[in-house]
């Protein structure tokens, strides 16, 4: 199992970036596919998570209308589109996925993410 999660970069507040999570090695339309953020210095962050139907989805509070999440299940890819960055967005960004139960779980801190991917660093600066 692989996730590589790509498109961090440095960015003005109010800026955007889009983040994709490529996945291979596992049937990606089974499974929920959750992202997170640290901060240095700060526990890790439940962000956003989708679930296999893609119907189904979540956003922290501190997201929610600035932030959507989607799945590409034709290039095994989920995207996650930030709009209206701010400065304490900055962190760094990893996708993981499990079962939907655990992964919203998972967004409130709980462990149980089966897979972790590689991080991409996003910077909201001016």
């Known amino acids: 199992v692989q996730l590589q999660a790509s498109g961090g970069g440095l960015v003005q507040p109010g800026g955007s970036l889009r983040l994709s999570c490529a996945a291979s090695?596992?049937?990606?339309?089974?499974?929920?596919i959750g992202w997170f953020r640290q901060a240095p210095g700060k526990e890790r962050e439940g962000v956003s998570c989708i679930g296999s139907s893609d119907v189904t989805t979540y956003y922290s509070d501190s997201v929610k209308g600035r932030f959507t999440i989607s799945r590409d299940k034709a290039k095994n890819t989920v995207y996650l589109q930030m709009n209206g960055l701010k400065p304490e967005d900055t962190a760094v960004y990893y996708c993981a996925t499990a079962t939907w139960e655990a992964t919203i779980g998972a967004m409130t801190g709980r462990d149980g993410m089966d897979y972790w991917g590689t991080g991409t660093q996003v910077t909201v600066s001016s």
């Open positions: 090695g596992f049937t990606f339309a089974d499974y929920a």
